[in-house]
């Protein structure tokens, strides 16, 4: 599919779109609520959804939870001992295989280093806690919003689900979910119905796969055990509805939630050996700042085109042949692996291709082309199937591609050579046997990719943030039960991003001044607000533009405590605090822990934890 910059109207659809901005009045409610459904909300429902997916109810402390973190802290504190005693020296050795850092969590606990004082910390830290009441008014939801959650949640009726793009909240009927379902799963090119749960065969094959790479020395002890999960979960399908392409009617895009399923460690030691080789294909591109680094330095002339393409549904269309084929190319053109353990990782791809079975609605799948959304090796396999194919054609179309970058199934070009030029070119690219089917759009004006609208203006190319027209205000409300730090740092980093994207100041002043007005409607101080928007204001954009140097991170010295964030926060700290100098009466840990203890928070539970994943509850 192509799209020009001016596409002549047809007739009747004048009358077509105004009856439609009526419906979208009925359909989407404030705050970003898409209610697909016959029944309205009501205005406490309507309460509670605003809030957003990533708005955390109020938690309260529980003694138990706390007294599990502090066996854990204590454990660290005892490894800590321990190595500090027999320190390990790990001499440089020639590896043959490449090998990853992966592994299981120590279950190793040197109990004989519990000193008196860790035991006395922990005691005095109990003995508080258990004193400590639930402060009063600390609920950020009423008892009638927290009813209204645990129906919202328990309704077998409706379907709750973010939207795919634009941060909204969707409301489903359950029958329209199913239907949608079964929709994509009838797709016999993709999915195929299996008559039984065939997980313990399919776990017996990986468990062979494994050990005959762990004979080989290709994957060592700690890989081995890592990768061999002994109790894996069954994945799950289920779709987030894309409201970008339909309003009323969205289609599904299709995602496996395979976490703990028999290949997901599997997945994650594969993407690990392909990651190195994707960043290194021609047309990768990493992120938003990348692509603003390279138009700095296209000069724009009259001839010149802007042209993005979107692959229609790369994840699902790839062909296991044409996918592992791509990634053998890359894999040997590489000249890092040896020759068997290229084999192997290949094996290994095809493995959880092959068997890439889910469980929905009572019924089991196996999905027979392409890879799953979802798996964690999934974006740099469809990496490395485009790369493959583009090299087909980059190097002899070199003098009309002023730009080629890519950003998975996203494709951005600055296109030399007129209108008549690149339709054949396009013509050209969608005439291949891999099934890529690429929708484009180009203008001489304006384009949109990623979160950047691009445009020329007195000749020069210019950027500032494009916001979709689903876009709405997900920014989380200040009375979530989240760490006050990390919600205070919310603003500056969207004035930052806004600052980033923007060439000119005055798109700035506007981009901001919505973003400003967004956070007031969330609770933020509106003095803070416009203190951070103007620091960020006079920052250099060429600063925020520079790619900063990777710092590989070394294991801190200290053993932080760490705790799930409840409403009691602010007390725990000062209690960990007040008996920290026990701690460092210890002769041993007096050398590594510093005067202040670290803390570190979990994030509580979120809306969408509670409403939104029943797919992981049948």
């Not at 009813?147 to 909240?169: F, Q, R, Y």
């Not at 990986?206 to 979960?233: A, C, M, S, T, W």
Request: one cysteine or more; proline letters at 5%; hydrophobic letters at 35%.
């Amino acid at each position: 599919m192509v799209t020009g910059e001016k596409t002549p109207p047809r007739r009747g659809c004048r009358g077509r779109r105004i009856r439609r901005r009526k419906e979208e009045g009925k359909t989407q409610q404030d705050g970003g609520i898409f209610n697909l459904t016959d029944t309205p909300l009501t205005d406490i429902e309507v309460k509670v959804l605003q809030k957003g997916m990533k708005y955390a109810p109020t938690k309260h402390m529980n003694l138990f939870d706390m007294y599990i973190d502090l066996q854990k802290f204590k454990k660290n504190l005892c490894l800590k001992k321990y190595f500090l005693k027999n320190p390990i020296n790990r001499p440089s050795t020639f590896q043959f295989y490449h090998h990853t850092n992966l592994k299981e969590k120590s279950t190793f606990f040197p109990k004989s280093l519990i000193s008196q004082e860790i035991n006395t910390f922990e005691e005095m830290i109990m003995t508080d806690l258990s004193k400590l009441k639930a402060p009063t008014k600390s609920n950020n939801l009423t008892s009638k919003e927290r009813d209204v959650l645990k129906k919202l949640a328990s309704n077998d009726k409706i379907e709750i689900k973010p939207a795919d793009k634009g941060g909204g909240t969707v409301i489903m009927s359950t029958e329209y979910y199913r239907n949608e379902s079964n929709r994509i799963l009838n797709d016999e090119n993709t999915y195929r119905k299996l008559n039984k749960n065939p997980g313990k065969d399919i776990q017996d094959k990986f468990v062979q796969y494994l050990e005959e790479g762990h004979v080989l020395g290709i994957l060592n002890d700690q890989e081995f055990r890592y990768l061999k999960i002994e109790h894996p979960k069954i994945p799950v399908f289920y779709f987030l509805p894309k409201i970008h392409k339909d309003l009323f009617k969205p289609p599904g895009r299709p995602i496996i939630s395979g976490i703990g399923s028999v290949s997901s460690r599997l997945s994650e030691y594969i993407d690990h050996q392909l990651q190195p080789f994707v960043i290194n294909t021609t047309a990768h591109l990493k992120n938003t700042t990348e692509i603003l680094n390279i138009l700095n330095y296209i000069k724009w002339e009259d001839d010149l085109l802007l042209v993005t393409s979107d692959v229609q549904s790369l994840y699902t269309i790839i062909p296991h042949r044409n996918g592992l084929e791509a990634t053998e190319h890359f894999l040997k053109k590489g000249e890092i692996l040896q020759p068997e353990q290229i084999v192997f990782i290949l094996e290994g791809i095809r493995l959880i291709l092959e068997n890439n079975y889910f469980y929905s609605q009572g019924d089991f799948y196996l999905q027979v082309n392409g890879t799953a959304m979802g798996s964690r090796f999934a974006p740099s396999y469809a990496n490395l199937f485009m790369a493959f194919w583009e090299e087909s054609f980059l190097s002899e179309h070199q003098n009309n591609l002023v730009c080629y970058k890519r950003y998975i199934d996203d494709i951005f070009l600055i296109w030399k050579g007129g209108i008549h030029t690149l339709e054949v070119f396009l013509e050209e690219l969608n005439r291949n046997e891999r099934g890529i089917v690429l929708t484009t759009t180009w203008s001489h004006e304006r384009i949109n990719f990623l979160d950047l609208s691009i445009f020329i203006e007195d000749g020069k190319i210019k950027t500032e943030t494009f916001f979709k027209k689903v876009d709405v205000n997900s920014f989380i409300e200040t009375t979530s039960c989240h760490l006050p730090q990390w919600l205070d740092g919310i603003p500056k980093s969207q004035f930052l991003r806004v600052r980033r994207n923007c060439t000119d100041l005055d798109a700035y002043d506007i981009q901001s001044d919505k973003l400003r007005t967004d956070f007031l409607e969330k609770g933020y101080d509106q003095d803070k607000l416009e203190y951070t928007r103007n620091e960020v204001r006079s920052i250099e954009r060429a600063n925020l533009l520079k790619v900063k140097p990777k710092i590989e991170t070394q294991f801190a010295a200290d053993v932080p405590f760490i705790f799930s964030y409840n409403a009691q926060n602010q007390p725990i700290r000062k209690l960990i605090k007040k008996y920290w100098p026990i701690l460092r009466k210890d002769p041993l840990l007096k050398e590594i822990l510093p005067e202040k203890p670290r803390m570190i928070c979990r994030g509580a539970g979120n809306l969408k934890m509670k409403i939104a994943q029943k797919h992981t509850k049948k």
